[in-house]
């Protein structure tokens, strides 16, 4: 069983958790996540894992409460317990000095972008991070991110905060300027971003690396759920990514495969509306 030391509310459907995790907070490297599940029968959801306090043995994961059991681990309380946190699972971030590096997080993707930034500072890159959420309230890490980074530039699509528009604005204007141009660009967040990014930095031939969020059931390589197809190959997010070289992400393909469960998810959470074997098709 894993303590639940904190549940914060940071913006509406958002929460973070800081969960005893000892072992995990030792072990654990930038870009690898977690396996939760909140009690038997429960479903298994991946989770980045954002932070980690060695000393007092916690990591810290950002859930937005969009589906059925994201909203029961959201509802559980400080002192609660959570019956399942495996991991650390996937691939660490490849971390090397490349110079100047971009670091992109849209929405929620700033919580997974957040220890990259981290560890690229700490190798001695310097960092423009580019974050945007839809408005003021859904901006998260700013404050961390800002200790961290060379330079952060905030949008949001409503302007309350920083540029009105999307994160690609700023980094289009950042690969236009010869004097600013990076060796590398990260980029975390819904998949049209992180599509848009990679098609940008893809004429200058910017080695970009996306974290993708597929579905996942197991998170061990076992079921194929996560599937990805990377350039000719596939690949599954678990084992061999969860982060890939995005010119070469099938973007629709993972897009398709991430909405194949909405008619489910839909039924479980409205059951009294749901359609599946009244003529809808599941
Ligand atoms: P959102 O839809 O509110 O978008 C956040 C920001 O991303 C926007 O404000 C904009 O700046 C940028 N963006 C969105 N679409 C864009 C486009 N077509 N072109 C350029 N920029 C665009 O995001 P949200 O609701 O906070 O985030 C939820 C999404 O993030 C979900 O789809 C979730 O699956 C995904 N996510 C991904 C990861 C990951 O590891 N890749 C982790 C957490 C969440
Ligand atoms: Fe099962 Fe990746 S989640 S193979």
């Known amino acids: 069983m894993f303590n639940i030391i904190r549940n914060e509310i940071i913006a509406e459907n958002l929460h973070k958790l800081v969960i005893m995790a000892p072992r995990i907070a030792r072990a654990r490297k930038a870009g690898q996540f977690v396996m939760v599940r909140l009690a038997q029968g429960e479903e298994r959801i991946p989770l980045t894992i954002s932070d980690a306090d060695q000393e007092e043995g916690t990591i810290t994961l950002f859930i937005q409460a969009i589906g059925t059991a994201t909203r029961k681990i959201v509802a559980a309380k400080a002192g609660e317990s959570i019956r399942d946190v495996a991991g650390p699972l996937g691939q660490a971030t490849h971390i090397t000095t490349w110079g100047r590096v971009v670091c992109v997080g849209g929405g929620v993707g700033t919580a997974v972008l957040y220890p990259l ?23 998260i890490l700013s404050a961390e991110l800002a200790q961290i980074s060379t330079a952060l530039i905030i949008t949001t699509e409503d302007g309350s905060l920083g540029t009105q528009g999307f994160v690609t604005a700023p980094l289009a204007k950042l690969l236009g300027d010869a004097a600013q141009i990076p060796q590398a660009v990260f980029a975390v967040g819904p998949v049209p971003m992180m599509k848009a990014v990679a098609e940008l930095t893809r004429p200058l031939k910017i080695e970009t690396i996306v974290s993708l969020n597929p579905i996942m059931i197991d998170g061990t390589g076992m079921c194929g759920g996560c599937r990805v197809t990377i350039g000719t190959e596939t690949k599954f997010a678990c084992v061999d990514g969860p982060e890939f070289d995005g010119h070469l992400v099938d973007f629709d393909g993972l897009s398709d495969r991430l909405t ?8 479980h959470l409205i059951p009294s509306e749901c359609k599946i074997g009244r003529g809808a098709t599941p």
């Open 260 to 267: 194949c469960y909405r008619t489910e998810e839909a039924c």
């Open 117 to 139: 930034v981290k560890a690229l500072a700490d190798a001695g890159n310097q960092v423009t991070t580019i974050i945007g959420g839809r408005s003021k309230p859904l901006i």
